[in-house]
């Protein structure tokens, strides 16, 4: 599973629950502009804000992750 997976399946989710990315904020506290780069895949992000995300969208699986997609 890449990163540009791993952030579509983010992004996914957050359009499956029609929130904004206030309301996302809220839920996750994970800054608006944190969460875009992550669903973007255009950005490093911690593990951490990966974390608060699923949980706050209720993702309970990002499928089989690869050492070597975290390091691309």
Request: glycine content about 2%; charged content about 30%.
């Amino acid at each position: 599973m890449t990163r540009k997976s791993i952030g579509k399946q983010v992004e996914q989710a957050f359009k499956a629950k029609k929130w904004t990315y206030y309301r996302l904020w809220k839920e996750s506290e994970v800054k608006p502009h944190v969460a875009q780069s992550i669903m973007k895949a255009d950005a490093d992000y911690t593990v951490r804000s990966l974390l608060k995300l699923c949980f706050a969208l209720e993702i309970e699986s990002l499928g089989n992750v690869k050492e070597q997609d975290l390091v691309k």
